[in-house]
């Protein structure tokens, strides 16, 4: 159970990297992914940047539902409800 609770926010954590890396390369227009990364830092928009990201997790979750695995899907949704919060504090400061 908490194997499969840490795989589920390991594939979370590994999606999200993926998708913030593949949105920084589609909205940066050819840039590297620090340069793109440090932009929206100074510009304000750093917290979407990784919302839009985390969209990769819906697919993960919805593979783990459909194969019955409930607690790796729980563990995509535990990483996804971190990343809400992290983009709310980052909004705030």
Known sequence: MKKELGIGILVGLIANAIGLFITA?????????TSVVRAAYH???LG???SLGAILNLIAFFIFIKKKQDYRAR???????FIAVFTF?????
Do not use: C, M
Request: hydrophobic letters at 55%; a neutral charge.
């Open 25 to 33: 390369q589609i909205l940066g227009r050819g840039d590297d992914f």
């Open 75 to 81: 563990g995509v949704l535990l990483i996804t409800v």
């Open 43 to 45: 510009e304000g928009f």
């Open 48 to 50: 979407k940047l990784i």
């Open 89 to 93: 504090v980052i909004k705030l400061f």
